[in-house]
């Protein structure tokens, strides 16, 4: 029975969740598909500007975990930017995190236990 995957941590779910070209009949053009969790890597680390680590801990996750979320994400975005693809952002293994508690050290989030020392 393999492991049970452990929740990742998302503070802010994306208010647009449809990017691509803009050309006249989009329906024929492939659909990629970035999970919250992807999208959030992104976000933390390209927006914010915070390193691996730190990127880790807010998510609740290993660095590795998050290295493989990330290059994931990178490679879709990369693909959609390059090919025409249309990028959708759904789904995904996450629960929602309010940010002005601090879910890392706090007991009130039944979801602080997960966190991994790295």
């Given at each position: 029975?393999?492991?049970?995957?452990?929740?990742?941590?998302?503070y802010l779910l994306?208010?647009?969740?449809?990017?691509?070209?803009?050309?006249?009949?989009?329906?024929?053009?492939?659909?990629?598909?970035?999970?919250?969790?992807?999208?959030?890597?992104?976000?933390?680390?390209?927006?914010?500007?915070?390193?691996?680590?730190?990127?880790?801990?807010?998510?609740?996750?290993?660095?590795?975990?998050?290295?493989?979320?990330?290059?994931?994400?990178?490679?879709?975005?990369?693909?959609?930017?390059?090919?025409?693809?249309?990028?959708?952002?759904?789904?995904?293994?996450?629960?929602?995190?309010?940010?002005?508690?601090?879910?890392?050290?706090?007991?009130?989030?039944?979801?602080?236990?997960?966190?991994?020392n790295i």
């Open positions: 029975m393999p492991r049970p995957q452990i929740k990742r941590k998302v994306p208010e647009i969740d449809l990017f691509g070209p803009l050309v006249s009949n989009p329906k024929n053009r492939e659909m990629i598909y970035m999970t919250v969790e992807e999208y959030e890597t992104i976000r933390i680390m390209d927006l914010e500007g915070k390193n691996q680590e730190i990127c880790a801990n807010e998510m609740g996750v290993s660095r590795s975990t998050l290295q493989r979320i990330y290059y994931s994400a990178k490679e879709k975005i990369a693909d959609a930017l390059v090919n025409g693809k249309i990028l959708k952002i759904q789904g995904g293994n996450y629960i929602l995190c309010n940010k002005k508690i601090d879910c890392l050290t706090n007991k009130h989030c039944p979801y602080s236990n997960q966190r991994r």
